[in-house]
Nanobody, 124 residues
Framework: VHLVESGGGMVQPGGSLRLSCAAS????????MSWVRRAPGKGPEWVST????????YYAHSVKGRFTISRDNAKNTLYLQMNSLKPEDTALYYC??????????????????WGQGTQVTVSS
């Protein structure tokens, strides 16, 4: 099983980034998918979850209205469009897969599969 995140980088406040997570080794379309982030010196924070079919999406209050989660089950890929980025969005962003529930968790131990992360830095 592999979850490989990409698309991170450095961006100025107010800018945008699109993260991708390529999945392999499991039936992607049967898993609810999430993004979780860890800021420097802080614990993990759940960001967003999308259900298996992509119709139900959930967001943390801190990103609602700025971030959009989506998925392409034909390409086994998860996305996170991040707009109006703020310095407090600086973190390592992970994608994670969960069987059976679209509830969002912040701890890697609560997921079935977890990626290696991609760094997002928002700074002027």
């Amino acid at each position: 099983v592999h979850l490989v995140e990409s698309g991170g980088g450095m961006v100025q406040p107010g800018g945008s980034l699109r993260l991708s997570c390529a999945a392999s080794g499991f039936t992607f379309s049967r898993y609810h998918m999430s993004w979780v982030r860890r800021a420097p010196g802080k614990g993990p924070e759940w960001v967003s979850t999308i259900d298996t079919g992509g119709s139900d999406r959930y967001y943390a209050h801190s990103v609602k209205g700025r971030f959009t989660i989506s998925r392409d089950n034909a390409k086994n890929t998860l996305y996170l469009q991040m707009n109006s980025l703020k310095p407090e969005d600086t973190a390592l962003y992970y994608c994670a897969a969960k069987w059976g529930t679209s509830e969002g968790y912040s701890d890697s131990g609560d997921y079935d599969y977890w990626g290696q992360g991609t760094q997002v830095t928002v700074s002027s």
